[in-house]
C-alpha cells in the first residue's frame, strides 16, 4: 500500500518572505506535489513555530516541512507534530532541543552577516518597544544573494521582513529531527549562515546532506532545480510503498 502524497510545506527564513519559494514551487507543482508557502512572522522562535505548527495542523495528511535559513529553527519544533513525516533543511539553521541560535552559531566563525545588521525597534502590545534586525542595503547581495541577478538583489534588499533579535536567544524546545528523517542542502558559499554550522548541524541531524559549493545562501532562488530535487527526494521516500 502507498501513502497519500505529502503536502510540503516551504517555510521561509528572516530578511525573506515566501515569493523566496517561486522556482521551487513552480518545480514542485509541475510534478503534481502540492506544496504551500505560508508566511512567517519572524517574530520570534516560540510564536513563529507555534505559528507554523498551527498550519500543519489544519492540513490533511501528511507534511513535509521545508525550512529555509531561521526556518530551520521553526521546523524543528513544529515537525514534532504527528502528521510531520520528513524535514528537509534549505542553508538552515538545525538546532538542538534546548539550544539558541545564538549558541549554535557560536560555535564556529561568525560570517559576514554579524558585522551587517541594522538594528531597528517596532512597538510591543504593552507600550515597551523591541529590536528587530535587517541586513544592510549595500550589504546585502554579497552577504544573501551573491549569485542572484543585481536588479533582483536590489529589490529583495529594499523588500526585507525584519526579524526580532530575540529569535537568536530563545531554545528551541523540541528537535523533530531526532524522531522524523531529515535532508539538508548546505549552501557552500553562504555568507548568511557560516557553511560549517549548516553542515555541523546537518550531520548531527542524521540528515541526507547535498552540497552545492558555490550557492549563497539565496539558494532557493539561484537553484530552484536543484532544491526542489532533494524535497522531491524526501517525497519519494516517505511514499515508499509499505511505509507504515
Not at 514542485?28 to 498550519?55: E, F, H, K, M, T
Not at 521553526?74 to 549558541?103: F, K, R
Amino acid at each position: 500500500m502507498t501513502t497519500p502524497a505529502p503536502t510540503v510545506v516551504l517555510v521561509h527564513g528572516a530578511f525573506a518572505d515566501a515569493a523566496a519559494w517561486i522556482g521551487v514551487i513552480s518545480e514542485l507543482r509541475s510534478c503534481g506535489i502540492p506544496v504551500i508557502a505560508p508566511p512567517n512572522p519572524l517574530r520570534g522562535l516560540a510564536s513563529d513555530a507555534a505559528y507554523v505548527a498551527s498550519v500543519v495542523s489544519q492540513i490533511d495528511g501528511p507534511v513535509i516541512l521545508v525550512g529555509h535559513s531561521y526556518g530551520g529553527a521553526l521546523i524543528t519544533v513544529a515537525g514534532a507534530a504527528e502528521n510531520v513525516v520528513g524535514l528537509v533543511y534549505v542553508a538552515a539553521y538545525v538546532p538542538h532541543e534546548g539550544e539558541s541560535l545564538g549558541e549554535l552559531q557560536g560555535r564556529f566563525p561568525d560570517s559576514p552577516l554579524a558585522s551587517n545588521l541594522k538594528e531597528w525597534t517596532y512597538p510591543l502590545l504593552d507600550g515597551d518597544s523591541a529590536i528587530e534586525v535587517t541586513i544592510d542595503e549595500a550589504a546585502f547581495p554579497s552577504v544573501f544573494a551573491a549569485d542572484v541577478a543585481e536588479d533582483v538583489t536590489r529589490v529583495l534588499a529594499a523588500a526585507q521582513r525584519p526579524l526580532a533579535a530575540a529569535a537568536f536567544t530563545e531554545t528551541a524546545s523540541a528537535a523533530a529531527w531526532r524522531t522524523k528523517p531529515s535532508w539538508a542542502l548546505v549552501a557552500g558559499a553562504d555568507r548568511a549562515i557560516n557553511p560549517c554550522v549548516q553542515r555541523f548541524g546537518a550531520e548531527r541531524a542524521g540528515a541526507v546532506v547535498v552540497e552545492l559549493p558555490d550557492a549563497s545562501h539565496a539558494v532557493a532562488l539561484s537553484e530552484p532545480k536543484r532544491v526542489a530535487d532533494l524535497i522531491r527526494d524526501a517525497v519519494r521516500a516517505t511514499s515508499r510503498p509499505g511505509r507504515p
